[in-house]
């Protein structure tokens, strides 16, 4: 397993926008596009859900929910995957996890918490 690390939540007003970035740690800097990443997030009482997903080869997949809100991207040169999260709802709030997967092994972050204020 690899440790990664979120950033980017916060307090937002419904209507905006946040950025998570998720960083890569040295030990895989080498290995970081043999990665499938994506980003998960969870409600207390509820399981994790897929959000949105990226693979090595760039084919992107999002969660009927953030579909057309949500944009993943990843900087292979600098080992980061972003979510860009526009119009937010007061249903985004959760704690949103980084997830790498290789060779179907997946590692998480700590998570970051996003709270989307009505």
């Known amino acids: 397993q690899v440790q990664l690390v979120e950033s980017g939540g916060g307090l937002v007003q419904a209507g905006g926008s946040l950025r998570l970035s998720c960083k890569a740690p040295r030990t895989i800097f080498s290995e970081f596009v043999q990665y499938n990443m994506g980003w998960y997030r969870q409600t207390p009482g509820k399981q994790r859900e897929p959000v949105a997903r990226?693979?090595?080869?760039?084919?992107?997949n999002y969660g009927d929910s953030v579909k057309g809100r949500f944009t993943i991207s990843r900087d292979n040169s600098r080992k980061i995957v972003y979510l860009q999260m526009n119009s937010l709802e007061p249903e985004d709030t959760a704690v949103y996890f980084c997830n790498a997967e290789r060779g179907g092994m997946p590692s998480w972050g700590q998570g970051t918490q996003v709270t989307v204020a009505s």
């Open positions: 990226i693979s090595t080869s760039g084919t992107i």
